[in-house]
């Protein structure tokens, strides 16, 4: 069920962004009179899901959820259609129309994206506003994985910079850590203040565990105690804070956990901290190291912090989140093209974009990161890549300084080229994902 509401989201998401990306090329070249003889959302290799006919274009759904396209009349582009270039020019096809109007057209689709983010970000921070977790709320720091711990971190640890720069968010941690350069982490540990320096072999190894190596540390407070487990025989309830477990101290939720892990099939004496008392109980651990418990929910433990805006408050702030998100990216796609990080096995396709989404359904989440990727669509489709729009706009950039087209069979050949890169990316991308659900 969850992967289907996660599936549902995806869809949905691509469905918004790739229409309106389209219908950025779709109204400039109206507008200057160019003929569009189709407008898809999603490709239809050999077959269409529906399509109907209006004017001169045809309206349809492909079968192939990975993008869409519109079809304008005089134009190299991914149909390949040779035998309409062949024919003299017609006023309403795309080459007949003044350079200036095609690269408008041309970058219409971008242009949407853009604005889009911007509007989607405006529109979220005046609705939900923003919640985070400020460094100074974290009341036991930070939970260290064993990664981090390899960087000098331990847990309990309270970040205070990253860089030199304040942090203000706990959010922006290992984001920055991943793509600033200067990697130096300011931290709080018990009250002696000190640097870490993350080694190069941070980024491979950040990425490479897939998961957050810092997160929120929380006690081992129990939040819910599973009816008929056998923590209820056991008799724990809701509100039980479980200080050891088989004689070993756990100060942290997921030290709980690893602690359960280890004594699976077996019977354990748990101590329990109970309206100011300590107890002891025994405990039957199952055959999967779980014994039917899950902890406090942050926000009871926690107090994070909460900004809300006007609407005029929220349209710099949607600005400013853009253009945050935008840097992010391009930082990214330096990370992936700087091959000793090995950012680039971690490339993900259309799984680990799904897995972005919330397993429930949430507006805020579903939103916000619709928004991130539209700014996204609108990064990699301006790359000077042949069969993007950034591919067309670098040949309309060339015709427009020299004063003449670029060569039709370079043009076709160049097309070719691009999609052969992008298929190529795609099959890397997608095929990261399948690896990744074996390994």
Do not use: C
């Not at 149909?79 to 007949?96: C, G, H, I």
């Not at 930070?142 to 990253?162: E, N, P, R």
């Not at 101590?271 to 107890?279: P, Y």
């Not at 796609?333 to 000793?340: A, H």
Request: charged share 20%; net charge negative.
């Amino acid at each position: 069920m969850e992967i289907l509401i996660q599936a549902s989201q995806l869809l949905l998401s691509l469905s918004i962004l790739v229409i309106l990306h389209e219908a950025g090329h779709f109204i400039p070249a109206k507008l200057f009179k160019t003929r569009v003889e189709k407008f898809y959302l999603f490709f239809d290799p050999w077959f269409s899901l529906f399509k109907f006919k209006k004017g001169e274009t045809e309206y349809g759904i492909g079968w192939l959820p990975s993008g869409g396209y519109v079809k304008i009349a005089g134009m190299i582009d991914e149909s390949m259609d040779k035998e309409q270039m062949k024919k003299p020019a017609e006023p309403w096809e795309f080459r007949s129309k003044p350079a200036w109007q095609r690269l408008i057209i041309m970058l219409g689709g971008v242009t949407v994206n853009v604005i889009l983010g911007i509007l989607i970000y405006i529109m979220v921070m005046f609705v939900w506003g923003r919640e985070y977790m400020a460094p100074e709320n974290m009341t036991y720091g930070v939970y260290a994985d064993s990664t981090a711990q390899s960087f000098g971190f331990q847990s309990g640890d309270k970040v205070i910079a990253v860089g030199g720069k304040e942090v203000k968010k706990f959010s922006e941690v290992q984001i920055n850590i991943l793509l600033e350069d200067d990697k130096t982490v300011t931290i709080d540990r018990k009250g002696q203040i000190l640097d870490l320096e993350m080694p190069m072999e941070t980024v491979s190894k950040m990425l490479e565990s897939q998961r957050p190596f810092l997160q929120i540390a929380v006690q081992p407070t129990l939040g819910s105690v599973a009816k008929g487990s056998n923590a209820e025989k056991a008799g724990l309830i809701e509100g039980d804070l479980i200080t050891e477990v088989e004689g070993v101290p756990v100060l942290y939720w997921r030290d709980l956990i690893a602690q359960i892990k280890k004594n699976e099939s077996r019977e354990v004496n748990i101590a329990i901290l109970r309206n100011g008392q300590t107890e002891e109980l025994k405990v039957q651990v199952s055959e999967q190291g779980t014994i039917g418990v899950d902890v406090l929910d942050m926000d009871k433990q926690l107090s994070f912090s909460n900004e809300t805006y006007t609407f005029s408050q929220s349209i710099p702030e949607g600005f400013r989140e853009a253009y945050n998100k935008f840097d992010s990216y391009l930082k990214q796609m330096k990370l992936m093209f700087t091959p000793e990080t090995g950012a680039y096995k971690s490339m993900g396709g259309f799984i680990t974009i799904g897995k972005a989404f919330s397993t429930t359904w949430d507006w805020e989440r579903f939103w916000n990161f619709t928004a991130f990727l539209s700014i996204i669509l609108a990064i990699m489709n301006i790359l000077p890549i042949p069969a993007l729009d950034g591919g067309h706009v670098m040949f309309l950039l060339y015709e427009i300084i020299v004063g003449k087209p670029a060569p039709e069979k370079f043009m076709e050949y160049a097309q070719i080229a691009g999609i052969v890169i992008l298929l190529s990316l795609m099959l890397f991308a997608n095929g990261n994902d399948i690896l990744k659900l074996f390994n």
